[in-house]
């Protein structure tokens, strides 16, 4: 799903208020910041540039992420949607993604602790005219616990930024408050696979079922070396492309992530963990089972051939 464009215009033409030179500066410590990946509690922007960067920059990026994991969760889970909660908003990419996704949403909440974030955020939603009408509250997951339950609940780029101690118990508070699906998104690096491992062990241990990624509730079959994430392409502006100091007109977020349903779920049968290798006449995919993780050949002669060739990492099989 691509980033909507009455959103970027929105935030660029915001962004750009600060200046070409002020703004290239506040994205090169955004990105720093991103790439140490420091789980000690702080923020990742702070003051008016800051977030203005982080808009342009990761916003999109974001919003890629939680969409695709999103909608492929949402293929494997039966129950109605009509309120949600996006907890450490940011500027509220997830919120977008969750009301573009979801025909039923009625009520969207939300919870960011950093004050230029939601300020930031809650204007984008007005100007830009999100289709569900949004309201903005402070939260720091950390020290309170959201006031009420929701059906769907989305923690994107939160738990990289909390301590252990913390992160297991925003888990559980999280959880708590989840009355149909809790899906937490994570950068698909060895840390943030780590930090979607330890939430699995906490939700499954709590009586949850796994939507997506997972076929099933057993171990992670992948060796230590190795870790399980999917890519989503996001569109670069012209902008953006400047602040990163990139030619290409895409960029390819990778990211971890996990869907926790209370209840039962369909999970798939079988995921694509790689990017498939497509040869003449076949095609190779590296997949995860119930079982654990096989090696399949799909050939011409296989009904599974043609949906073979136009699948990607994270695809059902």
């Known amino acids: ?16 208020t600060f200046g070409i030179n002020r703004l290239t500066k506040s994205a090169a410590e955004v990105s720093a910041k991103y790439r140490e990946e420091r789980a000690d ?15 342009v920059t990761r916003m999109p990026a974001t919003f890629a992420a939680v969409s695709c994991a999103l909608e492929h969760a949402l293929m494997h889970y039966g129950g109605d949607i009509v309120s949600c909660a996006d907890v450490g908003a940011g500027t509220g990419a ?10 039923s949403l009625e009520t969207l909440h939300c919870y960011e602790r950093v004050q230029s974030m939601r300020e930031l955020g809650e204007r984008f939603m007005r100007e830009a005219e999100i289709p569900v009408s949004a309201e903005w509250r402070s939260l720091d997951i950390t020290k309170n616990e959201l006031p009420q339950s929701y059906d769907l ?47 699995r062990r906490l939700l499954l241990e709590s009586g949850a079922s796994i939507a ?31 602040l990163k100091g990139g ?19 369909s999970p798939c049968e079988r995921r694509i963990l790689r990017h498939p290798q497509i040869a ?14 096989e090696d399949m050949k799909v050939t011409k002669s296989s009904k599974l051939f043609k949906t073979a060739r136009k699948s990607a990492s994270g695809d059902a099989v």
């Open 153 to 199: 609940i989305t923690a994107a780029y939160v738990l990289n930024e909390l301590t252990d101690t913390d992160r297991a118990r925003a888990v559980s508070s999280l959880w708590e408050k989840t009355e149909g699906m809790l899906l937490i998104a994570e950068p698909g690096t060895k840390t943030g696979y780590r930090n979607i491992m330890q939430a």
């Open 280 to 293: 003449s006449g076949m095609i190779s995919l590296h997949v995860c089972t119930a079982s654990g993780v």
């Open 94 to 103: 997830a919120g977008w993604a969750a009301s573009l996704l979801i025909e």
């Open 212 to 242: 997506y990624p997972c076929p099933g509730a057993a171990e992670c079959p992948l060796p230590e070396d190795d870790w399980c994430h999917f890519t989503a392409r996001a569109a670069r502006s012209k902008l953006h492309k400047q």
């Open 41 to 55: 509690g702080t923020e990742l922007v702070s003051g008016g540039a800051g977030t203005a960067a982080y808009a």
């Open 247 to 265: 030619d290409v007109p895409y960029e390819d977020e990778k990211f971890s992530c996990i869907a926790a349903v209370r209840g039962s779920c």
């Open 1 to 16: 799903m691509q980033f909507p464009e009455e959103l970027r215009t929105t935030a660029e033409n915001y962004a750009m």
